[in-house]
């Protein structure tokens, strides 16, 4: 019989336990893991460029370092989000600020704003670029339409998707330009930004600080460091029909409305309302869409979930 010496002995009793270990102890230390938790963010429209920060924080993980298994739902426009949202079908959406006040106004909607997203309107005009039209001025007494290439004097469309609607006006054998963008016009209103019911906001904030958080480190990623074609990549990937040139194009506009000049110079944090910029909004839109009433601000956003504030 072979004898074991005691070293030897000692070497394979330290392995053996180290084996039994591994197989009762899941690598990594999964065993401790919290369960993600189910998260969904509706858009406030068909998933393109514009959207990369979310979908990068989805796929490289942010999210769910967060705790959280995010679903991406494509929306039907900034109205019917808010309505999504407060009917309890995600828990975070993107919406139109206007289309929020709006509700607010006319139906007490209980949804509020997260975080701002664009700070600008991205609202634009475009003209044939052969059109004598050049400057808004002359838009008095032309006509109007939302057909890129047709026959009519210009077309009102988000400036996000220049290079999609240049493609689509090529294609009928024409070519387009930007006349004027809202924001270059001074029209310094708030714009797109991230709601959410506010019973998820007072039963939950722990929760949306964690999406907000997951949802910033994409966009510094994405819009801020320039990661524009690895971001359509990901879009891509979810949704194979959208086009990765129109895409780009919508990333890189909507970059400049997301890292403004007052956040590249460190005047505000991404995301952050500023409560006169918002008061002018609110009492612009409570003007032109003849509401039922003036909405409170606290009504109507809040920044204290925000990762960052200024």
Known sequence: MTRLARPSLARYLTGALLVTTALLWPAGGD?????????????????????????????????????????????????????????????????????????????DVAVKAIALW??????????????????????????????????????PFFVVHEARIRKIAKQQNADIRVLAAWADLGFDVASTSLVAREETIAKDPEGLKAFLRATLKGADYAFRDKHFDEGVGYVVKAHPEVDPEGAVGAAQVGARFVYASEVTSGKMAVGQFEPTQLEKTRDLYTQYLELKRKVGLGEIYTNDLLPAKK
């Open 31 to 107: 065993a401790q893991q919290k369960p993600l938790r189910p998260y969904t963010l509706i858009l406030d429209f068909v998933p393109t460029g514009e959207y990369i920060p979310h979908y990068t924080a989805l796929e490289k993980g942010y999210y769910r370092d967060e705790g959280l298994d995010v679903k991406i739902l494509r929306g039907q426009g900034s109205g019917d989000t808010v309505k999504r949202i407060a009917a309890g079908q995600g828990e975070v959406g993107i919406a139109d600020i206007s289309a929020l006040i709006a509700a607010r106004a006319n139906t």
């Open 118 to 155: 664009y700070r600008r309107p991205p609202h634009g005009i475009f003209v044939r670029a052969d059109s004598p039209i050049k400057s808004s001025k002359e838009l008095e007494g032309k006509k109007l339409a939302i057909s890129p290439g047709s026959a009519v004097d210009a077309v």
